[in-house]
């Protein structure tokens, strides 16, 4: 027999945009944290295709939520632009962190559990009907009765597809390499520098190769990728669950 399951808020995808919002909501009332339910196809740690650059916005967003950055980070202390035989720099103190996205969504999955967030990983939502009351979300696990439901499943959500949202979701190219360093030997490390060059755009890349030092597992790595938005294109893929 399928479980049902009663709840206030439903919040389909355990990324940072979910779970910062049971986050929010367990800080704004801690009883909130028994009200909330989060859903999720992936189980963390989870790979994900990201540079990691944590800004000044984001840190303040876990300040004003009193969390202390635990997942290894590397403080970029310069971002240097490059076109061609230009270049231009800014500091900071740092300017941002660089963080791996696994490490650091799973320390936030973790971190709303230890508050008394259910998250329920491995979840696949296929199926959305709304109604008067609230909305019913079928997974492969359960049928759940939200008042609220959260779509937080990223750029090619789920959600917005079953209720026929307006999206645009776009998907770009992203090739990432992670390459093992000794510190002492890269300025990029030695001088704590985050480098987006822009000279590919001359061969008709829309976007930059990007060379982020960084640590990954505690290793110190060089984080080298490419970011493509030229194949931006609009999903046209049959819905698949979430």
Not at 185 to 192: I, Q, S, T, V, Y
Request: glycine content about 8%; aromatic content about 10%.
């Amino acid at each position: 027999m399928t479980e049902q399951i009663d709840v206030d808020v439903l919040i389909v995808g355990s990324g940072p945009s979910g779970i910062s919002t049971a986050l929010h909501l367990a800080r704004l009332d801690p009883s909130w944290a028994g009200r909330v339910v989060v859903v999720d196809k992936a189980v963390h740690p989870r790979e994900k295709l990201c540079g990691g650059g944590l800004t000044h916005i984001g840190q303040n967003i876990l300040a004003n939520l009193g969390l202390p950055l635990e997942p290894d980070n590397f403080p970029v202390k310069e971002v240097r632009l490059l076109y061609r035989d230009k270049s231009y720099s800014f500091y900071g103190n740092p300017v941002f962190r660089i963080v791996r996205r696994d490490e650091f969504d799973h320390w936030l999955v973790r971190t709303a559990e230890s508050l008394g967030v259910t998250v329920r990983q491995g979840e696949a939502v296929t199926a959305i009907t709304p109604g008067d009351a609230y909305v019913e979300v079928t997974t492969d696990r359960a049928v759940y009765h939200a008042k609220v439901l959260v779509a937080a499943d990223g750029s090619r959500s789920f959600v917005r597809r079953k209720l026929k949202w307006d999206d645009e979701s776009r998907v770009a190219r992203l090739v990432e390499v992670l390459t093992p360093e000794d510190p002492a030997k890269l300025p990029e490390f030695r001088d704590a520098v985050a480098v987006f060059d822009f000279t590919p755009m001359d061969d008709h890349l829309q976007g930059y190769y990007w060379d982020f030092p960084s640590y990954v597992g505690g290793r110190p790595m060089m984080n080298r990728g490419v970011f493509d938005s030229l194949s931006l294109i609009h999903i046209s893929e049959p819905t698949r669950p979430y």
